[in-house]
């Protein structure tokens, strides 16, 4: 599976920005497939994911309720809908594959696939 990820940008605190995260090169009914971020000088932090089949969704307690994660099973694409963005929500965000369980969908280790990073800037 490859994955391609777009849509990064600035963004005023407030605003709201779409990613997308299109996969190619197999199927994804096993897998999960999340978004990640990492700020400069941190450690890459789970952000959001969801199960292709089933569509079960896990979220960071730090974007519950202001993020959405979906997936659009004719286009093989995830999107993460973030909206109410924050300062902190500055990162490059990475889309993952994995065929990670549940107790492993929410860390690094349940995924073997990583995209290209998108950068995320908030303005305050």
């Known amino acids: 599976v490859l994955l391609q990820a777009s849509g990064g940008g600035l963004v005023q605190a407030g605003g709201s920005l779409r990613l997308s995260c299109a996969a190619s090169?197999?199927?994804?009914?096993?897998?999960?497939m999340g978004w990640f971020r990492q700020a400069p000088g941190k450690e890459r932090e789970f952000v959001a994911t969801?199960?292709?089949?089933?569509?079960?969704?896990y979220y960071a307690d730090s974007v519950k309720g202001r993020f959405t994660i979906s997936r659009d099973s004719a286009r093989n694409t995830v999107t993460l809908q973030m909206n109410s963005l924050k300062p902190e929500d500055t990162a490059v965000y990475y889309c993952?594959?994995?065929?990670?369980?549940?107790?492993?969908?929410?860390?690094?280790?349940?995924?073997?696939?990583w995209g290209q990073g998108t950068l995320v800037t908030v303005s305050s």
């Open positions: 969801i199960r292709w089949s089933g569509g079960t969704t």
């Open positions: 993952a594959a994995g065929r990670a369980i549940v107790s492993t969908s929410t860390t690094l280790r349940g995924y073997n696939t």
């Open positions: 090169g197999g199927t994804l009914g096993s897998y999960w």
